[in-house]
């Protein structure tokens, strides 16, 4: 997780990943995503902390109607304070693996401690997409 203050004041920007990296298949049939963990064996000492904005359970599931696919979820805010914005974005792939789009969300006034049941659209045919993965959740 990064964050920048720009101004040096309370307005940060933030750019938080989830500690997994989340991607999967359209159409599949589990309602869990694909994680991919990552362990440094001569890192085992160390607590990790839970992101500021966390994709709860790292589960993401599909909804698709005759013109859009929205991947559907809940972030939380870990953090102490509010976020005034919040948004999700997810990179989509065709069957080929080419990058062919974006799905995203986002939210106004997420409060310390809450939960944001996002619900990230595309405009790309539903048919044209083949899998996802999580680029990024954001906020300041």
């Known amino acids: ?30 309602a869990q995503a694909e994680t991919e963990t990552k362990t440094d064996a001569a890192d085992t000492s160390k607590t990790e902390k839970a992101p500021d904005l966390e994709l709860v359970d790292n589960a993401v599931t599909e ?48 409060k310390s401690g809450g939960t944001w049941k996002f619900k990230a659209i595309s405009m790309e045919s539903p048919d044209a997409v083949a899998s996802y993965e999580l680029a990024e959740i954001t906020g300041w």
Do not use: C, H
């Open 63 to 110: 909804e698709k109607d005759a013109f859009s696919l929205y991947l559907v979820g809940t972030v939380r805010n870990n953090r102490a304070k509010d976020y005034s914005y919040a948004q999700i974005t997810f990179n989509l792939f065709d069957a080929d693996g080419n990058q062919i789009g974006t799905a995203m969300d986002n939210i106004n006034n997420l």
């Open 1 to 30: 997780a990064a964050s920048a203050n720009s101004t040096g004041g309370e307005n940060t920007w933030a750019r938080i990943w989830t500690q997994e990296p989340v991607s999967g298949t359209v159409g599949g049939d589990s």
